[in-house]
């Protein structure tokens, strides 16, 4: 059976000079970001390039994800979720092309690298404080100081909140990287056993009809779980800019 | 940490290591295979530095692209669309309007111009209706005058026939007076005689 971690191993594409010790060679795992950014925008400029009153299929899909994105930061963030709209729907875009790329077969997923969750993650959280400071400057600090909360527990209130903020990144960035490799190795394993079980005779036909019908049913839900987490991802960046764009009401 | 792999073939080793190894097991494997590299190739780091560059490199590509030229336009066309479908409500709203105020101009024409006829056809048959009076009236009239002539006619033929009648009256008396009395009596004795008696 083939090695179900051998999807994610990183390959270098285009071979570049090291920047200040840093390799910044095109990897498998950055052209396939390239790739999922050139679908979004490819997608994009077909959708919008007529901008028709009754709209098309194409433009039908394009405009379903931007007021899906609209609905969440408007509802989400309020009246001010307008500034924030394009940060967030480029995170939902950009990771919901990362993870569908990743269900066609022998295509790279970019998700699947904790280097590009993290990233993301950290970045969201980047965003968050930068509009955090730039908002409140140093009223900032009153997000980890709930209001009503007695005096004496106010300091382990404290701590724990500053720790749920910077555990934030963690989660996002582990959710996203979690859910991506938890659903290709599945789908790997459950594919080798249909080969394997295949090759043992008649029973074994059998068994591998089982397991084929598990895996197409995997695959449905591993769509699934490519918009899903796109989407839960813009729903938390969303939660989380909230928090410190309407701090006061926090 | 950098520095490190770029050169290396990750994960080469674990090709053949079957999916239930724990990463644990991998993670010692290909450390003895492949000096510092670790089992999931997820923390190949030396891959880390390339990965998280080209990645904002791309995304704040993608920000830019969309941001400026791509959702602008798809949320003008969404506003636009909203838009039209609000000017042509309006027009619709005001076209409904229109239509109304219209039918009730015609309704209100057609009230006046059916008491106008109305008001004509009472105003004619008014007329006729006195012209018919006068007619009659001028009839009547006439008819009266015919009749009172001819009443004229009869009253003025008795009273010449009693002249008469009594004219012959009187001769006749005279005649038989003087028959009797071998003496004529004057006109005015018998006239007297005759008045006295027809009293």
């Given at each position: 059976m083939a090695d179900p971690m051998h999807q994610f191993e990183i390959q270098q594409v285009l071979e570049l000079p090291a920047v200040a010790g840093f390799d910044l060679s095109i990897t498998n795992s950055a052209l396939w970001m390239i790739i999922a950014a050139a679908s979004v925008t490819l997608f994009f400029a077909a959708a919008s390039a007529k901008a028709a009153v009754v709209p098309g299929r194409l433009q039908s899909v394009g405009e379903m994800l931007y007021e899906l994105i609209h609905n969440l930061t408007d509802s989400i963030i309020g009246h001010e979720g307008k500034k924030y709209f394009p940060f967030v729907f480029t995170l939902f875009a950009f990771i919901l092309a990362m993870n569908l790329l990743g269900m066609v077969p022998y295509f790279f997923t970019s998700t699947s690298q904790l280097a590009v969750t993290a990233t993301l993650g950290v970045l969201v959280i980047a965003v968050v404080i930068a509009v955090g400071f730039a908002r409140?400057?140093?009223?900032?600090?009153?997000?980890f100081v709930p209001s009503g909360v007695p005096f004496f527990v106010l300091p382990l209130v404290v701590v724990i909140e500053v720790i749920s903020f910077l555990v934030r990144p963690v989660t996002l960035a582990l959710r996203l990287f979690g859910n991506m490799v938890g659903g290709h190795v599945v789908l790997k394993v459950f594919g080798g056993f249909v080969v394997s079980l295949g090759a043992l005779g008649a029973l074994g036909i059998v068994g591998a009809l089982v397991t084929l019908t598990g895996t197409v049913a995997i695959t449905a839900l591993e769509f699934m779980v490519a918009f899903l987490q796109a989407f839960v991802f813009a729903v938390l960046a969303c939660v989380y800019l909230n928090d410190v764009v309407n701090l006061h009401s926090h | 940490m950098a520095q490190t792999t770029p050169e290396l073939e990750p994960?080469?080793?674990?090709?053949?290591?079957?999916?239930?190894?724990t990463s644990h097991d991998l993670h010692e494997s290909t450390e003895a295979a492949e000096h510092g590299s670790s089992g999931l190739p997820q923390f190949e780091f030396g891959y880390w530095p390339g990965q998280i560059f080209w990645l904002l490199i791309v995304f704040a590509i993608l920000y830019v692209i969309l941001s400026k030229l791509f959702l602008p336009r798809v949320g003008g066309a969404i506003e636009a669309r909203a838009a039209k479908i609000e000017g042509d409500l309006a027009d619709a709203r005001i076209a409904r309007d229109e239509a109304e105020r219209q039918s009730a101009e015609a309704a209100a024409e057609l009230a006046q111009a059916r008491a106008r006829a109305q008001k004509t056809a009472a105003d004619a048959k008014a007329a006729a209706k006195a012209e018919a009076d006068t007619r009659n009236a001028a009839e009547e009239a006439k008819l009266h005058e015919r009749l009172a002539a001819a009443e004229a006619g009869i009253q003025a033929g008795r009273e010449k026939a009693m002249s008469n009648v009594r004219n012959l009256a009187a001769e006749t008396a005279e005649a038989i007076v003087e028959k009797l009395s071998g003496q004529a009596p004057t006109r005015a004795e018998v006239d007297a005689a005759i008045a006295r008696n027809a009293a």
């Open positions: 409140n400057g140093l009223g900032f600090f009153k997000l | 994960g080469g080793a674990i090709v053949e290591t079957p999916p239930t190894t």
